[in-house]
C-alpha cells in the first residue's frame, strides 16, 4: 500500500511570510480552509505533493519534493494561483514506465527505469499518448527537455491517452521519478 501522508505549509507572502496553511493530506479547498488561492511561498517539509492552480485537483499541476520554494518561481508557475494538493502515494524501490506513441498503447513502446532529461536523445518523438506505470513509483512528465514547462504526474496504472493524466496535448519531452522524502 502506498504512503499517503507528509507535511506541506503554504504562505500567503513570498519568504514564507503572511497567513499559512499547514497541510497533513488531501486538501481539496484552500478558501476552505481559511487561506486564499494565492501561494507565493511553500515549505514542503516531508512527502512530495502535487498541488494544483484550482480548487478540487483541477489546472495546472506543481510537483514539489521536500524543500522550501520562497516564491512561485521555483516551483515553475507563472503565477500565484493555487486551490488544492494532495500528496503523492508512494513509498518502495519499484520504478519502471512504459510510454507508447500511439493511444491504447499502440505504436513504438520504450520502457524507463530513470530519469531521462531529453527523451528525443533516446530516438524518442515529443508524442506519448499512452503510459503504463508500474509499482508503487510516481512519474512526472514534462512538455519541455529538462524537466521544464507543463508538468502532470502520473502514479502506478494505465493512461490509455493524454487526457487521463489530464494533458492538453501529447507533447513530452522528459520525465524523472518522484522521490518521496520522508
Given at each position: 500500500?502506498?504512503?499517503?501522508?507528509?507535511?506541506?505549509?503554504?504562505?500567503?507572502?513570498?519568504?514564507?511570510?503572511?497567513?499559512?496553511?499547514?497541510?497533513?493530506?488531501?486538501?481539496?479547498?484552500?478558501?476552505?480552509?481559511?487561506?486564499?488561492?494565492?501561494?507565493?511561498?511553500?515549505?514542503?517539509?516531508?512527502?512530495?505533493?502535487?498541488?494544483?492552480?484550482?480548487?478540487?485537483?483541477?489546472?495546472?499541476?506543481?510537483?514539489?519534493?521536500?524543500?522550501?520554494?520562497?516564491?512561485?518561481?521555483?516551483?515553475?508557475?507563472?503565477n500565484d494561483h493555487m486551490g488544492s494538493c494532495r500528496p503523492?502515494?508512494?513509498?518502495?524501490?519499484?520504478?519502471?514506465?512504459?510510454?507508447?506513441?500511439?493511444?491504447?498503447?499502440?505504436?513504438?513502446?520504450?520502457?524507463?527505469?530513470?530519469?531521462?532529461?531529453?527523451?528525443?536523445?533516446?530516438?524518442?518523438?515529443?508524442?506519448?499518448?499512452?503510459?503504463?506505470?508500474?509499482?508503487?513509483?510516481?512519474?512526472?512528465?514534462?512538455?519541455?527537455?529538462?524537466?521544464?514547462?507543463?508538468?502532470?504526474?502520473?502514479?502506478?496504472?494505465?493512461?490509455?491517452?493524454?487526457?487521463?493524466?489530464?494533458?492538453?496535448?501529447?507533447?513530452?519531452?522528459?520525465?524523472?521519478?518522484v522521490v518521496n522524502c520522508f
Open positions: 500500500m502506498a504512503q499517503r501522508s507528509g507535511k506541506i505549509t503554504f504562505y500567503e507572502g513570498k519568504h514564507f511570510t503572511g497567513q499559512k496553511l499547514q497541510v497533513f493530506g488531501d486538501c481539496d479547498n484552500f478558501q476552505e480552509q481559511g487561506l486564499r488561492n494565492r501561494v507565493n511561498s511553500i515549505r514542503a517539509e516531508s512527502g512530495a505533493w502535487v498541488c494544483f492552480q484550482h480548487p478540487d485537483f483541477r489546472g495546472q499541476q506543481f510537483i514539489l519534493e521536500r524543500g522550501n520554494y520562497p516564491d512561485f518561481f521555483r516551483w515553475n508557475a507563472h503523492v502515494g508512494m513509498h518502495g524501490e519499484h520504478f519502471r514506465l512504459e510510454i507508447f506513441e500511439g493511444c491504447n498503447f499502440t505504436g513504438q513502446r520504450l520502457e524507463l527505469q530513470d530519469d531521462c532529461p531529453f527523451l528525443q536523445s533516446r530516438g524518442w518523438t515529443d508524442c506519448v499518448n499512452a503510459v503504463k506505470v508500474y509499482g508503487d513509483g510516481a512519474w512526472v512528465l514534462y512538455e519541455e527537455p529538462n524537466y521544464h514547462g507543463r508538468m502532470y504526474l502520473v502514479e502506478r496504472g494505465d493512461f490509455r491517452s493524454f487526457i487521463d493524466w489530464e494533458a492538453h496535448c501529447a507533447r513530452v519531452q522528459s520525465l524523472r521519478r
